[in-house]
C-alpha cells in the first residue's frame, strides 16, 4: 500500500473509530436511539441537476401486496428494480420512493463516474487479483451505462473520457508512481501524467502531476437517474414517488406502512436509501450520513474556458483528504464540490441553512485553480448527504432472520457507478444467485461499528478537525 494513502486511510479509520467507539462504551450509546429518534423528513433537492428530474409518477393510494418491495429511488433502488425484473420477469416489483426518483445523492452529487471502490482507489489490498477484478468489473458498468443510456433513448451525457487525480506533495506523486506500475502490470489501463501532460488537459498549473484512469467520465446525475427510472418501468417495476415509509415489520413477509397509512405485504425487501437507511432502523451502526456541498457556475464562453486553457472534459479530483473535486459539463458549466464535509446531529436532513462557509471554500478553491475566473459567480449551489463508512468500503448483501432483506450501502463517494453495479448483484442475491459474486470483498461485507449519539456526533467533529490539522501541515 501507498505510504500516503495508508495515512490517509488509518486517519480516516482510527480518529473516528477508536475515538467513537471509546466513547460509545457508554450506556447511553445503548439507550441514544430510544432517546434520539432520526426524523423521517425529507430535504428537497435543489441542485442545479434537479431541473432535469423526471416526471414525478402518484403516490401509494392503496394496500397492496408484492413480491419485492424496493425502499429508495435513486441509483441503487432503480437499477435492481431494472435488474430483477429482467432477470424475473414474472415477479411483482415496486419501488416506494419518498419524495422523487433521485432525491438524494443519485441526484446531488459532483458527477464524476470512477472505477473501484473507494478504499481500493489508488490503493492495492493484500490480494492484486482481486483489485483487479474489482476495475474490470466497474470499468465494463460505466460501458454498460452508455449502452443502456442508447437503449433508453435518454441521453444522460455520459462521456467516458477518463479520470484524473491530481497530485499535490511528493509523497503523493511517488505512491501514485508506484500504484501505476503495479497497476500496468496486472493489465490495468492506467497512467501516471508529469506536469505537461496535465496542463494541457486542463490547463491549471496548480498540481504537480496526475494519475489518470482512461475508464472514469463525467455524467448529468439526474438524467443517469431518468436513465434507470425509464429502464426499471420499461422493464415492468412499479415506481411510487412522495411515499414514505414510516414502518417496517421483517418477517417471512415484510409489512411496510407509509405514512399515509397504506399498507405493503413483501416477500423481499431491498434497502436502497442509502445515507437514509438508518431512520428504518437497518444499519443505523454501520454508515456514517455526510453531507457533501457542490456548486456549479454558468455557462462559460469559448473565451473563458481558452483562456483558462480547460482543452478537455476530464474530471478531476485532487489527493487531500477532505477531496476538491470538478466537472466541466457538456454545455461549459464548472462543478466543483467537496473541501470540509459536514454532519448535523442525528443525521439530520435540514432543508436549507446551506452554509456560505462551505460554498465560500468552493469559491476559493475554483479561484487557486482557475484565477481568471474571479468574475464569474456560482449559479446554484446545494448539499446532499452520502452514505460513508469508516473504512471506506462499501457492502452488498442479504441479512435478516429470514436472509429475504437485501441491501447495498458504504458507497462513500463512489456510488454513481458502485450502485448499480450493486443493482445488478442484488438482483442475483434475490433469485438466491450468489456465485458471481462470492469472490469479491464487498459481499455481505461487515461493515466497522459506528456509535450511537451523542458519540457519533463528537466522533465525526473530532474527525474533521484532525483531518484540517493534518491538511494544513502538508
Not at 441503487?76 to 425484473?85: E, M, P
Not at 419524495?99 to 463516474?113: H, Y
Request: a negative charge.
Amino acid at each position: 500500500m501507498p505510504e500516503s494513502s495508508n495515512r490517509r486511510r488509518f486517519l480516516k479509520q482510527t480518529v473516528l473509530a477508536s475515538g467513537g467507539t471509546l466513547l460509545g462504551g457508554a450506556g447511553l450509546n445503548q439507550i441514544s436511539p430510544a432517546i434520539w429518534r432520526e426524523p423521517m423528513v425529507f430535504a428537497p433537492n435543489r441542485s442545479y441537476w434537479a431541473r432535469s428530474q423526471p416526471q414525478q409518477n402518484p403516490p401509494l393510494k392503496e394496500n397492496i401486496s408484492v413480491d419485492v418491495a424496493i425502499l429508495g429511488g435513486g441509483f441503487t433502488g432503480l437499477s435492481a428494480a431494472y435488474y430483477i425484473r429482467s432477470l424475473s420477469p414474472h415477479l411483482r416489483v415496486v419501488v416506494l420512493e419518498a419524495k422523487g426518483c433521485g432525491n438524494g445523492a443519485s441526484g446531488r452529487n459532483g458527477a464524476m463516474v470512477l472505477t473501484m471502490t473507494e478504499n481500493r482507489y489508488m490503493n492495492f489490498s493484500s490480494d492484486p487479483a482481486i483489485d483487479k477484478r474489482i476495475y474490470d468489473l466497474t470499468a465494463e458498468n460505466i460501458r454498460n451505462l452508455s449502452r443502456l443510456s442508447v437503449f433508453t433513448g435518454i441521453d444522460c451525457e455520459l462521456e467516458i473520457n477518463g479520470a484524473l487525480q491530481v497530485l499535490l506533495t511528493d509523497d503523493d506523486i511517488q505512491a501514485a508512481k508506484a500504484y501505476v506500475e503495479q497497476a500496468q502490470a496486472l493489465g490495468m489501463p492506467v497512467e501516471f501524467w508529469e506536469s505537461n501532460q496535465l496542463v494541457a488537459a486542463i490547463g491549471s498549473h496548480a498540481y504537480k502531476a496526475a494519475f489518470f484512469d482512461p475508464s472514469g467520465g463525467h455524467v448529468h446525475p439526474m438524467k443517469l437517474v431518468h436513465v434507470f427510472k425509464a429502464a426499471a418501468e420499461n422493464a415492468g417495476a412499479e415506481i411510487y414517488e412522495n411515499t414514505i415509509v414510516a414502518t417496517v415489520e421483517e418477517g417471512r413477509e415484510h409489512v411496510l406502512r407509509t405514512a399515509d397509512g397504506f399498507t405493503i405485504t413483501a416477500k423481499a425487501l431491498v434497502l436502497a436509501a442509502n445515507a437514509f437507511t438508518s431512520r428504518l432502523g437497518f444499519f443505523r451502526n454501520s454508515i456514517v450520513p455526510v453531507r457533501e456541498f457542490v456548486a456549479v457556475t454558468p455557462p462559460l464562453a469559448e473565451r473563458q474556458l481558452a483562456e483558462i486553457g480547460w482543452r478537455t472534459r476530464v474530471p478531476f479530483n485532487d489527493s487531500r483528504t477532505e477531496v476538491f473535486y470538478l466537472g466541466l459539463t457538456v454545455d461549459h458549466r464548472i462543478t466543483i464540490g467537496g473541501g470540509t464535509p459536514g454532519y448535523h446531529f442525528n443525521g439530520a436532513d435540514a432543508d436549507g441553512g446551506y452554509s456560505d462557509s462551505h460554498f465560500a471554500q468552493l469559491r476559493r478553491e475554483l479561484l487557486r485553480i482557475y484565477p481568471p475566473l474571479s468574475d464569474v459567480p456560482f449559479e446554484a449551489g446545494w448539499d446532499g448527504m452520502i452514505d460513508w463508512s469508516l473504512d471506506e468500503s462499501p457492502s452488498v448483501g442479504c441479512t435478516g432472520k429470514y436472509k429475504n432483506i437485501f441491501y447495498g450501502l458504504g458507497y462513500s463517494g463512489h456510488g454513481v457507478n458502485l450502485a448499480s453495479v450493486f443493482g445488478r448483484i442484488i438482483a442475483d442475491l434475490e433469485r438466491g444467485n450468489d456465485q458471481p459474486w462470492k469472490d469479491y470483498p464487498f459481499l455481505n461485507a461487515g461493515l466497522k461499528y459506528v456509535p450511537n449519539e451523542p458519540f457519533r456526533w463528537l466522533g465525526v467533529q473530532a474527525g474533521l478537525a484532525w483531518y484540517r490539522w493534518v491538511e494544513s501541515r502538508v
